[in-house]
C-alpha cells in the first residue's frame, strides 16, 4: 500500500482588529459640561467593550479649552501625533464641532487622516469621512458648526456687556495693590502703599525707570516677573483701576479667533466707580496729563533729531529779533569752518541781526557749563531741587485751598437753590446771590488751573533737574563735546552778542556763558 503524506496549506493569517481612539472636549469648567465630559468618557468606554472587532487605543481628551483653534489643544495634537505614528486607524468624536470648529483646521485634518488612510466617525452627525462621496458634505457640516462657534461668541460678548452694565460681573484678574475675593477687587494695604508711593514718586519728578530700580533696591516684588522694570511702573501709572474705575474690552477676540489689543475697532465698557479706589481721581488725572506731557517732549526731541540735520538747529537763536540762526560754511585763504548766522542778517547788513558765531565756539561754552555744574553742582542742581520741591509743596497746599473754596461755594449754591424751591426767597434774590456765586466761583476755577498749570511745569522741571544731576554726578570732568547731552539738556541757545551766549536748560535753568572768539 502507498504511503500517502497528508501536506496541510498555511493557515490564513488572522485579520488584525481596528486600532480605535476616541476623541472628547468640553470648552469649559463648569459643572453642566464637566458631566458632559464624564458622559461622553463613559460612552466610548462602553462601546470599547461591545466591539470586539476593535483593539481600544484610548481616549483623548481636552477639557475646559475652547475649540476655535487646534493649536492650544493638547490632547487633539497628540491625537494627531499618534495617527501620524500609524497607532491608530479609526477616531471616533460626538460631532464636528467637538473636533473643531474651525472650518480650514477641520479640512486640513480630515484630509491629512485620509492620506494616512484614517478614518474620523462623527456620531451627531452619523458620518465616516472615508465614506463619504466627496468633501462637500464635510464642508457644510463644518460651516455650520463654525457658524454656531460664532453665535456662541457674540452670545458670549453681549452677555458680558450686561453683567457688566447691571454691575453682576466678576473680576478674573487682580491688579498688584488688590486682592480678589469673590469675583470682587478688595485692597491689599501693603501693596497699596506702595501703588500710592509710586504716584507720588512721579508726581514728584522721578520717572519710570528711576521708580523701577527704587523698588527693585527696596526689596517689593512684583506680582509677576523676578524685578520691576519701567514698563511695569508705566502699567501702574496708566490703570484706570486704581481710581476705582473699570475699562472693559481693552483687548478683543477677530473673528479668526486671534486675540488683539483694542485701538477702538470695537465697543469698549467703561465703569466708573465699579470698586474701591487705592488713587484719588485728581492724583490719577494728574499723573495722566504729567504722563501725556513727558510722551509729547520725547516725540518732539526724538523729530528733532531725525528731522533736522544738526543737534543747533531750532536751538539757537538770535537775542535782538528772536529769529532762528541758519547754518552756513564760510571760506576763507583755502579754509573753511562751520559758522551759525541770524537769519536776519543774511537778509541785509542793516539788519539787527547779531553777525555769525562758529559752530565750535557754542560747543566748547557747553562743555563749559557741564563743568561748572558738575563742580557745583551741590549749589546749583541740589538747592534748586529744594526750592522746586517746596515750591511743589506751597503749590500742592494753595491747591487744594482753591478746591476747598470751590466745594464751599458749590454748597451754597446748592442751599440757595434749595431755599428758593421752599419759597424761603424771592426769584430777584436769587438771581443776584446765584450770580454773585458764580462770579467767584469762575475766578477759582481760573486760579485752579493757574495753579494746576504751575504744579505741572514744577514736576517737569523736577524730573529734568534729576536726570541733569545724574549725569553731571557721575562725572568729575567733561573733556569733549557730547551732542547727545546738548540734544537732551538744552532747549534754547540764546546769543547775546558774539562773546557770550545764554543756555536755556529744559529743567527752566538759564545760564550764561562767555564764548571764545
Not at 468624536?93 to 477641520?106: M, V
Request: charge should be neutral; glycine fraction near 4%; proline fraction near 1%.
Amino acid at each position: 500500500m502507498k504511503k500517502v503524506t497528508k501536506i496541510e496549506g498555511n493557515k490564513p493569517n488572522k485579520r488584525r482588529k481596528n486600532r480605535v481612539a476616541a476623541y472628547i472636549r468640553v470648552s469649559t469648567a463648569m459643572d453642566a459640561q464637566t458631566e458632559s465630559f464624564d458622559a461622553q468618557e463613559r460612552h466610548y468606554q462602553e462601546l470599547f467593550k461591545q466591539r470586539r472587532d476593535w483593539e481600544p487605543v484610548g481616549i483623548y481628551a481636552d477639557k475646559g479649552i475652547s475649540g476655535t483653534s487646534m493649536q492650544n489643544r493638547q490632547g487633539i495634537q497628540s491625537l494627531l501625533d499618534d495617527c501620524r505614528n500609524g497607532k491608530i486607524d479609526l477616531v471616533l468624536t460626538k460631532s464636528i464641532s467637538r473636533f473643531a470648529r474651525n472650518l480650514t483646521e477641520c479640512l486640513e485634518a480630515v484630509r491629512e487622516l485620509s492620506t494616512l488612510d484614517i478614518a474620523i466617525h462623527f456620531d451627531k452627525e452619523n458620518l465616516n469621512t472615508q465614506q463619504m462621496d466627496g468633501e462637500l458634505l464635510l464642508s457644510m457640516l463644518s460651516a455650520l458648526a463654525e457658524s454656531e462657534s460664532k453665535s456662541i461668541s457674540d452670545n458670549s460678548k453681549w452677555s458680558f456687556k450686561k453683567r457688566v452694565e447691571n454691575g453682576t460681573f466678576r473680576h478674573s484678574v487682580a491688579p498688584f495693590g488688590y486682592d480678589l475675593k469673590d469675583g470682587k477687587l478688595i485692597i491689599n494695604e501693603e501693596k497699596a502703599n506702595i501703588v500710592r508711593n509710586i504716584f507720588n514718586w512721579y508726581l514728584s519728578g522721578d520717572g519710570a525707570y528711576v521708580i523701577a530700580g527704587r523698588l527693585n533696591k527696596i526689596g517689593i516684588e512684583p506680582d509677576k516677573g523676578r524685578e520691576w522694570q519701567d514698563n511695569s511702573v508705566l502699567y501702574i501709572l496708566k490703570n484706570e483701576r486704581y481710581m476705582g474705575d473699570a475699562l472693559f474690552q481693552k483687548t478683543y477676540t477677530d473673528e479668526n479667533y486671534q486675540r488683539h489689543k483694542n485701538n477702538y475697532d470695537v465697543e469698549m465698557i467703561y465703569i466708573e466707580e465699579s470698586h474701591e479706589n487705592i488713587i484719588s481721581r485728581e492724583v490719577f488725572n494728574q499723573v495722566q496729563t504729567l504722563l501725556d506731557e513727558r510722551k509729547e517732549r520725547m516725540c518732539n526731541r526724538d523729530t528733532t533729531v531725525y528731522t533736522n540735520r544738526y543737534p543747533l538747529t531750532s536751538r539757537i537763536q538770535c537775542q535782538n529779533c528772536n529769529v532762528s540762526f541758519k547754518r552756513r560754511t564760510h571760506y576763507t585763504n583755502d579754509q573753511s569752518y562751520i559758522a551759525w548766522t541770524c537769519s536776519n542778517h543774511l537778509m541785509g547788513t542793516e539788519s539787527r541781526g547779531i553777525k555769525f558765531i562758529k559752530e565750535l565756539h557754542p560747543e566748547e561754552a557747553f562743555v563749559t557749563l557741564l563743568n561748572k555744574l558738575a563742580f557745583g553742582r551741590k549749589e546749583i542742581i541740589e538747592d534748586t531741587i529744594k526750592k522746586l520741591e517746596m515750591s511743589d509743596s506751597e503749590a500742592n497746599k494753595s491747591q487744594k485751598d482753591l478746591e476747598m473754596g470751590l466745594k464751599e461755594i458749590q454748597d451754597k449754591l446748592h442751599t440757595l437753590s434749595k431755599l428758593l424751591n421752599s419759597k424761603t426767597i424771592d426769584i430777584t434774590f436769587y438771581h443776584k446771590e446765584e450770580a454773585s456765586l458764580q462770579q467767584e466761583k469762575k475766578k477759582l476755577l481760573a486760579q485752579l488751573r493757574r495753579t494746576e498749570t504751575k504744579e505741572h511745569q514744577y514736576c517737569y522741571q523736577l524730573q529734568a533737574l534729576k536726570e541733569l544731576y545724574e549725569v553731571v554726578n557721575r562725572r568729575e570732568y567733561f573733556d569733549c563735546y557730547d551732542a547727545t547731552l546738548l540734544e537732551q539738556f538744552v532747549e534754547k541757545i540764546h546769543v547775546m552778542s558774539r562773546d557770550s551766549v545764554v543756555f536755556e536748560l529744559t529743567c527752566g535753568l538759564r545760564l550764561r556763558e562767555k564764548v571764545r572768539i
